[in-house]
Structures are given as structure tokens and as C-alpha cells.
């Protein structure tokens, strides 16, 4: 039997097989299906789904020399922060940067609302990704309405595009 997927994962997959020209922004309230949907989407792709709400392991595993290190005074098990931000970036550009041509990688980072200033972090670094032309598409899920609204409207404006999600009504 094929599992669930909601109508937007179309959308989804329609987006992710372009040429990376916006951010990818998924919201809706908690619980409605939009990580599994994510990663629906993204289960035969290049990519690498990150969430916030995993902490930080006390090991990390192997940086390359293009990955920044973490600050000392980081506690292992703690939150992320705009620094994990740029190391899980940084790790998805080498990867895009190692594809063949024509080939997108994607970075998927799940209740991006929870890291303070996030939207000012992902501003740059997705400017400097188009500058570039680099071939990285970028997934931001989040469920806090107020959260999100307001880092997407102080920053990101022109650079993303919203699939919002809802909850599902199933007729059996």
C-alpha cells in the first residue's frame, strides 16, 4: 500500500526539480505531517534533513577543512544555534559544489523559529549561494506562525517561497 502524501508534496517536488531561484518555506501548526512530507519528498534526492529540536550530540562527526569548528564554550546536548546554522550550510554547499552538472543538493532545516536571529544567518548565506549560482536549494519548516512571519517579512522577503499546510481531511 503507498503511503500517505499531501497534495502540496507536488508542489514540493516541482520546486526541488528546478534550478534552485527561491527558498523553500513550509508552515503550518505542529503535528500536521510537514517534516514527513519533507522527507517524503526528498527520500531518492541529494539532501540532508536537519532539525532543531535534535540537540547537539557531544561528538561531532567528521568536519571537512571547509567547515568552521564549533566555539569552545558550546555545551553538548544544547540547542542550536546561528553558528550550527552555518556549519550544517557550509557541510550542504561542499556537497552541492561536489555534484555533477546539472544536479541540485538540499538542505532541509527543521523549526528553523527556534534559533534567535535565524533569518539575518540564512539572509547571508543564501545571498552568497546566488551570487555563486550554487546549485543548493534550501527547506525551511517551521510552527510557529508568529516566529516564522516575522523573520520571513524582516529579511527574506523576494527570497522565498511558502507552501503552507493545513490539516488534513481524510474521507475513509
Avoid at 514540493?12 to 513550509?26: A, G, K, N
Avoid at 564554550?73 to 556537497?95: F, H, L, V
Avoid at 539575518?120 to 549561494?129: P, R, Y
Amino acid at each position: 500500500m503507498k503511503p500517505f502524501e499531501r497534495s502540496q508534496i507536488h508542489v514540493l517536488r516541482q520546486r526541488l526539480s528546478e534550478s534552485p531561484q527561491f527558498m523553500i518555506v513550509v508552515a503550518g501548526p505542529r503535528q500536521i505531517g510537514k517534516s514527513t512530507m519533507v522527507r517524503q519528498a526528498l527520500s531518492q534526492l541529494h539532501s540532508n534533513f536537519v532539525s532543531t529540536d535534535q540537540p547537539i550530540p557531544s561528538s561531532i562527526d567528521s568536519f571537512s577543512e571547509t567547515t568552521p569548528p564549533l566555539s569552545s564554550t558550546k555545551i553538548p546536548g544544547s540547542k542550536p544555534t546561528n553558528e550550527w546554522i552555518i556549519i550544517q550550510w557550509t557541510r550542504a554547499r561542499a556537497k552541492a559544489r561536489g555534484l555533477e552538472n546539472g544536479e541540485s543538493y538540499i538542505l532541509a532545516i527543521d523549526e528553523i523559529q527556534k534559533i534567535p536571529q535565524w533569518s539575518e544567518v540564512v539572509k547571508g548565506l543564501w545571498d552568497a549561494d546566488r551570487a555563486e549560482q550554487l546549485p543548493l536549494h534550501i527547506i525551511l519548516l517551521g510552527s510557529s506562525p508568529l516566529l516564522m512571519q516575522k523573520g520571513l517579512t524582516e529579511s527574506l522577503a523576494g527570497r522565498y517561497e511558502q507552501i503552507q499546510m493545513g490539516y488534513a481531511t481524510i474521507f475513509l
